[in-house]
């Protein structure tokens, strides 16, 4: 038998701060070739929001446990484990359901481990957020250093990695933005050029780039955004889209499809985590490479407020507003 710790589930779907919980549940024993793992940190990512509400692309069966990523430490493993021992800090294995004080886990699906030092917040983030940033700047179209990118939701996580990763590989970018007051924000995360969103977006862009040739868009937003985007982008380029912040299908003109051959590609992190396009080789070694920028600092989010599970309902609440940081989980206190 295990111990009795604190949970958040979901039974229903809806509005996210209603539909969460905090409940007892038992950790089961500790099998052969499994880990148990103290959470220390798990973030509320939009994904998460999404399939509270039940519109994400993939739905759990219910009642579920929420959370996709975060960061522990190993307790115990069972027979026959040697990859891990107790006092390891690892990353939870995608889709574990991380909100919650304790997990017991494959020991072989744990892909990532950290040192002992370091903020177990900025560590929780790695597994979803920075291969998303990744993938989008080296999987859509080939880019050299010195070229440019345009971004949407600058000011997202994914977006502040994305800054980020496109500094190091040498990359410029433009970071589009709903609102005014995220210009120290991108500067923090080494964009190049801030600008608010707005139908004179191709304008007010190719002026401040120098009408630099922009091949590759990243779209978060969707709705009339992804016109914007096309807007500034050259010929023969792609909008690369991973989100739906504005809840609306991406507007793309006829025009752009046909005439400019401006194409519209989706990017998913979970189907590059199950297997498409990917070999555990692939997966394991761009993990290694994201945990090096993170352990060094080159790789970070900003951070808004952490809560309790105690305090779940408004995290959650919280996460659902505009705001500047993620919103962090401590299930452990």
Known sequence: MGSIKKAVQFARTGNPPDVVEVI???TPAVGPGEALIDIEAAAINPAHLLTLSGSYGVQPELPAIPGAEGIGKIVEVGSGVTNVKPGD???IPPYTGTWRQQAV??????????????DPIQMAMIMANPPTAWLLLKTVVDLEPGDWVIQNAANSAVGQYLMQLAHIYGYKTVNVVRREGFDDLVAKSNGDICVVDGADLGERVKAAT????IKLGIDAVAGEATQHLADCLVENATIANYGLLSGAPCHLSPNDIIFRNINLKGVWLTMWLRGRDSTPEQRAAVYDELRGYIIEGRMHAEVEATYTLAQIKDAVAHALRQRGGKIVILPNG
Do not use: C, T, W, Y
């Open 105 to 118: 886990v494959q020991a072989d699906h744990i892909l990532v481990s950290f040192p002992p030092e370091g």
């Open 210 to 213: 120098g009408g630099a040739d």
């Open 89 to 91: 800090r690892v990353m």
């Open 24 to 26: 007892d549940l038992e």
